[in-house]
């Protein structure tokens, strides 16, 4: 096959196509399904908390803890793998690797018991390492394939794309869950519950067969006959102490990398946690309201953020990326507040239409907008490696916070308010990136 040229309207769609396939896991898995199916099987046995490592610990604290400390796992290995990558030149090996883990592990969920807590945990555990490890190498992709004028308008069709493909399979699987009966399953509670576990495997085929298309595509990476020795290991550690030591002479790429490390803790806890708030806070009522109400809230975010994603494009074009991202911060503050107060399925979904116009629009922004202040260089795996390096300590943190309030005061309102503190940060931090 011929290499594509770079800005080629193949390879973009090639490049962005990988959203359509990846991002059935963080609708269907992080934020749908699994969240209904996790809280449904404690509500089965009757208990709040199970005991791990000899510690009682709440339902949600006990995801959002695992969560966290499989974010630290991408945290650390995402700088040894792409100095790998970047060394011996083999960035879509690694990503293909973490794809397929992520898939394989969205299906091994079918499983997922609180009899066998440990291994079930392992299997989310490796399911969230695989998603967020490909997506190290997939971002890095962007600054190789797509010249600068070009980036903002392909992030985001690429947030778009996966947008509406997790849409039409979340569909799907609302379908079997509500009525089970139709595929071949019990027409009860029961066979709602092993229509949820079905929807796991679906997934991993999903990811599975439409990253086919961006694999055939998308380039090996800049090959450089390179063999990995053990002096090559930590090169990925050293690459990051490079780039942040390259912060010195680019003000504006510093200011900026801060100002996002804070507000993404945020970004990325509510959106990890959303759907457990509203599967605990809400007055749902009885039989399949909760489930229904939810996955309904879910598609509604995904559907609006598609066009949130394109208002934010046309908004950075016309007033700049730097005040976009200020005005979406100030509007996740207001948020976050609004939700201390909603009790009531019609305030969850009003609160989710909003989430959705700036969920999709504040990730393609900051990734667009990092890609544009980078430096010249072909180095962009190591750029790209530190930008997720901060963006999983953030998610670490505040994961890790938001799992300690919810856990001492018995509570998910009083841990999602806590996290207006880091928008606001974010938003005083984004004034003091240099205009010129």
């Given at each position: 096959?011929a290499?594509?040229?770079?800005?080629s309207?193949?390879l973009?769609?090639a490049?962005?196509f990988?959203d359509?396939?990846?991002?059935?896991?963080s609708?269907?898995i992080?934020?749908a399904?699994?969240?209904?199916?996790?809280?449904a099987?404690?509500?089965?046995?009757g208990?709040?908390?199970?005991?791990?490592f000899?510690?009682?610990?709440?339902?949600?604290?006990?995801?959002t803890?695992?969560?966290?400390?499989a974010f630290?796992?991408?945290?650390i290995?995402?700088?040894?793998l792409?100095?790998?990558?970047?060394y011996v030149?083999?960035k879509?090996?690694?990503?293909?690797?973490f794809?397929?883990?992520?898939?394989?592990?969205?299906i091994?969920l079918?499983?997922f018991?609180l009899?066998?807590?440990?291994?079930s945990?392992?299997?989310?555990f490796?399911?969230?390492?695989?998603?967020?490890?490909?997506l190290v190498?997939y971002?890095?992709?962007l600054?190789?394939?797509?010249?600068k004028e070009?980036?903002?308008?392909?992030?985001?069709k690429?947030y778009s794309?996966?947008?509406?493909?997790?849409?039409?399979?979340?569909?799907?699987?609302?379908?079997?869950v509500?009525y089970?009966?139709?595929?071949?399953?019990s027409?009860?509670?029961?066979g709602?519950i092993e229509?949820?576990?079905?929807s796991?495997?679906?997934?991993g085929?999903w990811?599975i067969?439409?990253s086919?298309?961006?694999f055939y595509?998308?380039?090996?990476?800049?090959k450089?006959?390179?063999?990995v020795?053990s002096?090559?290991?930590?090169?990925?550690?050293?690459?990051?102490?490079s780039?942040?030591q390259?912060l010195?002479?680019?003000?504006?790429?510093?200011?900026?990398?801060g100002?996002?490390?804070?507000?993404?803790?945020?970004?990325?806890t509510?959106m990890?946690?959303?759907?457990?708030f509203g599967?605990?806070?809400i007055?749902?009522?009885?039989?399949?309201?909760?489930?229904v109400?939810?996955?309904?809230s879910?598609?509604i975010?995904?559907?609006?953020a598609?066009?949130?994603?394109y208002?934010?494009s046309?908004?950075?074009f016309?007033?700049?990326?730097?005040?976009?991202?200020?005005?979406?911060n100030?509007?996740w503050?207001?948020?976050?507040i609004?939700?201390?107060?909603?009790?009531?399925?019609?305030?969850?979904?009003?609160?989710?239409?909003?989430v959705?116009?700036?969920?999709?629009?504040?990730?393609?922004?900051?990734?667009?907008?990092y890609?544009?202040?980078?430096p010249?260089?072909?180095?962009t795996?190591?750029y790209?490696s530190?930008y997720?390096v901060a963006e999983k300590?953030?998610i670490v943190?505040?994961?890790?916070?938001?799992?300690?309030?919810?856990?001492?005061?018995?509570?998910?309102?009083?841990?999602i308010?806590f996290?207006?503190?880091?928008?606001?940060?974010?938003v005083?931090?984004?004034?003091?990136?240099?205009k010129?």
């Open positions: 096959m290499k594509l040229e770079k800005g309207k193949k973009l769609n490049w962005a990988y359509w396939a990846n991002s059935v896991y609708l269907v992080a934020s399904v699994f969240p209904i199916f996790y809280g099987l404690f509500k089965e046995k208990i709040e908390a199970v005991e791990v000899g510690i009682a610990i709440r339902s949600t604290p006990l995801i803890f695992t969560t966290a400390a630290l796992v991408v945290a290995l995402s700088p040894l792409s100095g790998i990558a970047d030149g083999n879509k090996n690694f990503m293909k690797f794809c397929y883990l992520g898939a394989l592990s969205c091994a079918y499983f018991n009899e066998n807590i440990y291994i945990l392992l299997s989310y490796l399911a969230l390492i695989g998603f967020w490890g490909s190498f971002n890095s992709y600054p190789d394939i797509a010249h070009q980036q903002d308008s392909i992030s985001a690429g794309l996966g947008y509406i493909g997790s849409v039409l399979l979340l569909v799907f699987n609302l379908g079997m509500m089970p009966g139709i595929f071949g399953l027409d009860d509670g029961n709602s229509a949820m576990k079905i796991f495997i679906t997934v085929l990811w067969i439409f086919q298309y961006s595509h998308l380039p090996k990476g800049n450089s006959g390179h063999k020795t002096a090559v290991i930590f090169n990925g550690f050293r690459e990051l102490r780039v942040y390259s010195t002479n680019n003000l504006k790429l510093k200011r900026y990398l100002a996002f490390f804070v507000y993404s803790m945020a970004v990325q509510v990890l946690v959303a759907t457990y599967e605990q806070e007055n749902w009522g009885d039989g399949d309201a909760k489930t109400g939810l996955i309904g879910i598609l975010i995904q559907l609006v598609v066009l949130g994603a208002l934010t046309k908004a950075s016309k007033f700049g990326n730097i005040k976009t991202l200020i005005f979406i100030t509007v503050v207001l948020l976050c609004s939700a201390f107060f909603i009790y009531e399925p019609v305030q969850f979904y009003i609160t989710a239409g909003f959705g116009l700036v969920m999709g629009g504040i990730q393609s922004l900051s990734r667009s907008t890609s544009k202040f980078l010249q260089t072909k180095d795996t190591s790209f530190f997720d300590i953030g943190i505040g994961m890790g916070i938001y799992g300690f309030i919810d856990q001492i005061t018995g509570s998910m309102r009083n841990a308010l996290l207006v503190v880091f928008f606001v940060i974010g005083i931090l984004l004034f003091r990136v240099p010129k």
